[in-house]
C-alpha cells in the first residue's frame, strides 16, 4: 500500500498557458479546438491524471491571453469531454457573481450525472470591470462582498444537491409510482442575496455533491476556502512561503470545522521537461525568446489590476497600491520584485511564461526532485500543471514525469476509483435530509 500519494490536475488552455506557446512549432492554435481538448483529456487520463480543469471569464478583449479571447463555456465543453473519457476528473470554472445558484447547481450537477461522477466546480467570484459591464454594472461589486455572495451561493447549490435524497427515483411499474415524495425536499432558502425555494429538477448526482475548488488569496478568498473548498488552486514561488500557507491554510480549515484532509491544496507547477536538464533549460530560453512586450504586458497589466504600459521595463517594478479588484498576485510578485537586480522585464517575462506559477525546469529526475520537495516538505498535497504549449510540453511531462513520480511511489500506477471524489480521496457528503431523517 503505497503512502500519501500526490494529485496533479492540469490547467487546459487550446494555445497553451505560456503567452506565445500557440507559436511554437505543432502547438494547438485555439481554445475554441474540440479535438485539442480531447487530446488534453485523453493524455490526461492516460498519464492517471486526477483532473482536467478549464478556466473562465466573462468578457473578451483583443488583447487578452490567445486562450481567453475566444473560449467555450467549460461545462459545455466538459459534457462533450465526459463522453469521449472514463476516468478523468472534470472541473470548471463558475461565476458566482454573474449567475444564479439554481442554474449553476444544475449545470455542474448535470456534468456530474453525465460523466458518472467526475465534475467539480471552481468558484470564482471574477474581479474584472469588463465582466461587470457585460452584466449591466457600471463597475464591479466590491470584493468582500462578493465573498459574501459567494458563500450564500455555495450554500444554496449544495443544498439544492442534497434536494433529492438517494433512492428518491423508484420508477415501478407495477405501482406506477415514479418518485417518493418523501425523499424529494424543496429548500426554501430565504437570505440576503437569494431566495429559492427548491427541490432542484436533477436526482442526486453520483458524487452526492461535486467537488468544490476555490482560487482566492485574499483574506476573503482564503476564509471561504477554509469554510468550503475541497481543493484550493494556488499560486506560490518560494518553498518557505508555500510551507506556511499549508500550514495556515489546513488549521483554518480545521477551525471551520472541517477535516484538513478534506481540502487538498494545489499549486500551479509549470514544468518545462528535456531528455537532460541543459535541453530543458534551452526549451525555456526558446520560450522566453518567443515572448511580446505588447502582449506580456497586458498579461502584467490584467493580473495585477493597473495598466503597467507606462513604465520603463527596464527600471524597478514600481510601488503599486494594491488593487481593488485583484489581490491575490500582488505577494508573489513583491517577492520576486525584492531579489537583486529584479527589473519590471524580469517580472513580466516570468507572468508572460510561467503566468507567476513556480516553473520546474530540467531532465524528469529535476522536475520529479522540485515535486517531491514541496509534496513531502509538506507544501502541497499535489500540483495544478501549468504546461506552457499543448499537446508539447504536457505531452512531454506524461510521458517523462509521471513515469519518474510513479517509480518513486509518489503518483498512482492506476485509478483505483471512478468518480473525481475517489481520485481526489474526499469523502461523499452525508445528505442533509437523509441525515435529519436518520436523527429523527
Ligand atoms: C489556478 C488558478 C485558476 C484560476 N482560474 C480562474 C478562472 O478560471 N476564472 C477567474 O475569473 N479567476 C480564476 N482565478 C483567480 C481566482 O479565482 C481569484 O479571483 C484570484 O486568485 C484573486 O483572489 P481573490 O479573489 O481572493 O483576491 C484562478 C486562480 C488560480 C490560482
Redesign the pocket.
Known amino acids: 500500500m503505497p503512502g500519501r500519494q500526490m494529485h496533479l490536475g492540469v490547467?487546459s488552455v487550446g494555445p497553451g498557458n505560456h503567452v506565445a506557446g500557440w507559436r511554437m512549432e505543432g502547438s494547438f492554435t485555439s481554445s475554441e479546438d474540440f479535438s485539442a481538448f480531447l487530446h488534453i483529456a485523453e493524455t490526461a487520463e492516460r498519464g492517471k491524471l486526477d483532473f482536467v480543469?478549464?478556466?473562465?471569464?466573462?468578457a473578451s478583449a483583443p488583447g487578452d491571453h490567445p486562450g481567453s479571447i475566444a473560449r467555450f463555456e467549460?461545462f459545455t465543453l466538459m459534457s462533450a469531454l465526459a463522453a469521449r473519457t472514463s476516468r478523468v476528473g472534470l472541473i470548471g470554472?463558475g461565476?458566482s457573481t454573474y449567475t444564479e445558484p439554481y442554474n449553476l447547481a444544475r449545470l455542474v450537477a448535470s456534468l456530474d450525472h453525465l460523466s458518472g461522477g467526475r465534475s467539480g466546480w471552481?468558484?470564482?467570484?471574477?474581479?474584472?470591470p469588463q465582466?461587470a459591464a457585460n452584466f449591466g454594472l457600471t463597475q464591479p461589486v466590491e470584493?468582500d462582498l462578493?465573498?459574501e455572495m459567494a458563500a450564500e451561493f455555495v450554500d444554496v447549490v449544495q443544498a439544492l444537491w442534497d434536494s433529492w435524497e438517494d433512492g428518491a427515483r423508484i420508477a415501478d411499474r407495477a405501482s406506477g409510482a415514479y418518485v417518493d415524495p418523501a425523499k424529494i425536499h424543496p429548500i426554501e432558502h430565504d437570505g440576503r442575496f437569494y431566495k429559492v425555494r427548491g427541490p432542484l429538477n436533477l436526482s442526486r448526482t453520483p458524487q452526492g455533491r461535486p467537488v468544490i475548488v476555490?482560487?482566492?488569496?485574499?483574506?476573503?478568498?482564503?476564509g471561504?476556502a477554509c469554510r468550503y473548498a475541497e481543493a484550493i488552486?494556488?499560486?506560490q514561488q518560494d518553498l518557505d512561503a508555500a510551507k506556511a500557507f499549508y500550514r495556515e491554510t489546513k488549521d483554518g480549515v480545521a477551525a471551520a470545522g472541517r477535516v484538513p484532509e478534506q481540502c487538498k491544496i494545489?499549486p500551479?507547477l509549470f514544468p518545462v521537461v528535456g531528455r537532460t536538464d541543459e535541453e530543458a533549460r534551452a526549451k525555456l530560453a526558446a520560450m522566453v525568446e518567443l515572448v511580446d512586450d505588447r502582449s506580456a504586458i497586458n498579461t502584467l497589466s490584467e493580473r495585477l489590476g493597473h495598466d503597467m504600459s507606462g513604465y520603463d521595463l527596464d527600471g524597478p517594478m514600481p510601488d503599486l497600491p494594491p488593487s481593488a479588484?485583484?489581490?491575490?498576485?500582488h505577494a508573489v510578485i513583491r517577492a520576486i520584485a525584492q531579489r537583486p537586480g529584479c527589473k519590471l522585464r524580469d517580472i513580466y517575462n516570468i507572468f508572460a511564461v510561467s503566468r507567476a506559477?513556480l516553473v520546474a525546469c530540467g531532465s524528469p529526475e529535476t522536475v520529479a526532485d522540485i515535486m517531491e520537495s514541496w509534496f513531502t516538505g509538506p507544501a502541497c498535497d499535489g500540483f495544478?500543471l501549468?504546461p506552457a504549449t499543448f499537446p508539447g510540453t504536457f505531452d512531454d511531462f506524461v510521458a517523462l514525469v509521471v513515469p519518474e513520480l510513479q517509480k518513486r511511489s509518489l503518483f498512482r500506477q492506476d485509478y483505483a476509483g471512478t468518480t473525481l471524489r475517489d481520485h481526489l480521496g474526499l469523502d461523499v457528503p452525508e445528505n442533509r435530509f437523509t441525515a435529519a431523517r436518520a436523527a429523527g
Open positions: 490547467f480543469f478549464i478556466a473562465d471569464g466573462l467549460p470554472t461565476s471552481n468558484v470564482v467570484t471574477t474581479s474584472t465582466a470584493h462578493r465573498y476555490q482560487a482566492g488569496a485574499s483574506d476573503a478568498g482564503r471561504f488552486f494556488t499560486v494545489l500551479g479588484h485583484i489581490h491575490s498576485y506559477y495544478m501549468v
